[in-house]
């Protein structure tokens, strides 16, 4: 039987060369007669079991309890008296997760098949692939949800394959992450704990695990996850492949309330981001789509979430590793995401690797340096694109965001291309505004002093729809923020995918729409012509737009009335700098 192990080139070439030249001096001595002994070659079927023994995890989960709680992935419904309703609702304070839930749901619990059924039939050479450390930091995390990490990583990664699992404590304040958790991991193996002696923020704590790390590729994982069967082999590949990839896998959702594992085996999405610098979610683009050339090809994106990828060691050094000027999470990952493609490398995500994860209610701590970190990436890598980000966000200007010369100075040192090349070759749906001056910033009214144009979607996914309002101007561009273009159309394009605003003839009142894609004709309901006189006509209606103080919701908002001199009716943008 074949033993399941590394493979040691210079031992085997040393062999291989041993046992030709002993095999020479047979031939010589025996001249043309029968050997009694052959050469034996290794059959497919012993390969294929070799690399099933090859597939053993570091530890095999147990027999699925279809009773369990959460079991194959399944919401878990609880009926809970006052009592246990009152904890519930403390542990999502907590945490931003309801741990409650999570701890009645096993450490070790399986998921259902999440991936593409054609991801089954990929064969791999355990053997020839790289191995890889696994990076968790975390800050105050629950045990639950940390620990079904870190039994998620060990019962589904290969103990051929996988070097350690690093857990990075970044100074951790609660009492059961100090010795209960030293004592819990010192039973597991491959299993290492580091922690940091005083608050790092997930930037610079990912650093601390990943400098002592053995594997060649660094795989980086959050600290509320679980790993669906066979993540870890299509990512390995994909960097034994190409050495310049950073490559992702695809993150399905587990519910923060029910901890339902809510994976799709569909086409997953690309990462993207708006003129906020805030990731987006897209479909892949046609052009994508046609590029592959099966569904288990690797997708490229534009940008990452951040929080899972694998990277090449050796060339998430020579990337430059993070910044470490930045701190908590947010905005870094668009930084690495420019980098990544402006220096050369592609930044992919591989539909046959799943991890799913706890998108938190909302961040249980403070993230007050994120903006910081846009800065910086706005300041080393966009050029003079980073005007269009200021100019949606003024505040930013004036945040303290550190010295950037050792990045820049990084960035020419790798001689990476300008952000003009990354719009147009990587990101080419993205809308980039036009800004021109004096049309653009926010939009007030001369009769209704100091109010603007204000739109505010009430769910951050769905940008369209919703109607337009009056509202006191605040100057922090954001929902505040339009651009008139030289075709006549009012944009909303802090977001992405941009909205126009449109003309309603029946209601009267404005709303946002879609813009027209690329190419197409421009929709006579969303043309206004914004005249020297500072009226905003309507081409469709043939009416004007006027600052109404009061409206069917009792909400002031503009409204198409017969144009008219009246100053309501008079409009002029004022770019907050």
């Not at 029910?258 to 479909?283: A, C, K, M």
């Not at 009769?447 to 369209?464: L, M, R």
Request: contains cysteine.
């Amino acid at each position: 039987m074949a033993l399941c192990g590394r493979r040691n080139r210079p031992k085997l070439l040393i062999c291989l060369f041993g046992a030709s030249f002993v095999g020479y001096l047979i031939f010589l001595r025996h001249g043309s007669g029968d050997l009694s002994v052959t050469s034996r070659r290794e059959s497919p079927g012993e390969r294929d079991a070799e690399n099933e023994r090859c597939k053993k995890p570091v530890y095999e989960k147990p027999p699925v309890d279809p009773n369990a709680p959460g079991e194959m992935g399944k919401a878990v419904k609880l009926n809970l008296n006052a009592e246990e309703k009152k904890k519930e609702e403390e542990s999502i304070k907590k945490h931003q997760i309801n741990t409650y839930v999570s701890d009645k749901v096993s450490l070790h619990r399986w998921l259902p098949e999440r991936w593409n059924p054609l991801c089954r039939d990929l064969k791999y050479d355990y053997q020839s692939l790289p191995s890889t450390s696994v990076v968790i930091a975390f800050y105050n995390e629950a045990w639950s949800t940390l620990l079904r990490t870190v039994h998620s990583v060990l019962e589904t990664s290969p103990d051929i394959l996988l070097k350690e699992v690093v857990l990075v404590d970044d100074y951790s304040d609660r009492a059961y992450l100090k010795e209960p958790l030293e004592k819990y991991i010192s039973a597991l193996k491959k299993v290492r704990l580091i922690r940091a002696t005083k608050r790092e923020g997930l930037v610079r704590a990912r650093l601390l695990g990943a400098s002592i790390t053995t594997g060649s590729v660094l795989t980086f994982l959050d600290c509320h996850c679980e790993c669906h069967q066979g993540w870890l082999e299509p990512l390995l590949h994909r960097i034994k492949e190409e050495p310049s990839a950073v490559v992702c896998p695809v993150i399905d959702v587990i519910d923060w309330n029910t901890f339902q594992y809510l994976g799709n085996s569909g086409e997953p999405q690309i990462g993207g981001f708006d003129w906020r610098l805030v990731f987006t979610w897209h479909t892949v683009p046609e052009y994508e789509q046609k590029r592959r050339r099966s569904a288990t090809d690797v997708i490229r994106s534009p940008t990452m979430a951040g929080g899972l990828f694998a990277v090449s060691k050796n060339y998430f050094h020579y990337l430059g590793t993070y910044d470490t000027g930045m701190e908590v999470w947010g905005g870094e990952n668009l930084e690495f995401s420019f980098r990544i493609w402006q220096c050369g490398g592609s930044l992919e995500i591989h539909p046959c690797s799943h991890v799913g994860h706890v998108f938190p209610k909302k961040a249980p701590y403070s993230r007050s340096k994120a903006l910081a970190n846009s800065v910086r990436a706005a300041e080393v890598w966009m050029d003079e694109y980073k005007e269009l980000y200021y100019h949606r966000n003024p505040h930013a200007r004036l945040e303290a965001f550190g010295d950037v010369t050792a990045r820049r100075e990084l960035r020419e040192k790798l001689g990476c291309k300008n952000f003009k090349w990354y719009l147009e070759n990587i990101y080419p749906d993205i809308h980039v505004p036009e800004d021109r001056p004096g049309m653009f910033g926010m939009l007030k009214n001369r009769g209704k002093a100091n109010y603007c144009f204000d739109y505010n979607p009430a769910d951050e996914h769905t940008v369209v729809g919703q109607r337009v309002i009056l509202y006191p101007c605040h100057g922090m561009g954001q929902n505040q923020f339009f651009e008139y273009s030289m075709d006549g159309e009012i944009r909303y394009n802090t977001r992405e995918p941009a909205g126009c605003i449109v003309g309603d003839n029946i209601s009267t009142y404005l709303t946002v729409q879609l813009c027209r894609k690329r190419g197409k004709p421009l929709s006579v309901d969303q043309k206004f012509v914004f005249r020297q006189d500072g009226s905003l006509y309507h081409v469709m209606s043939q009416k004007c737009v006027e600052a109404v103080d009061k409206t069917d919701n009792n909400t002031p908002a503009p409204a198409l009335r017969p144009c008219s001199d009246s100053l309501h009716q008079k409009w002029f943008f004022e770019e907050r700098t």
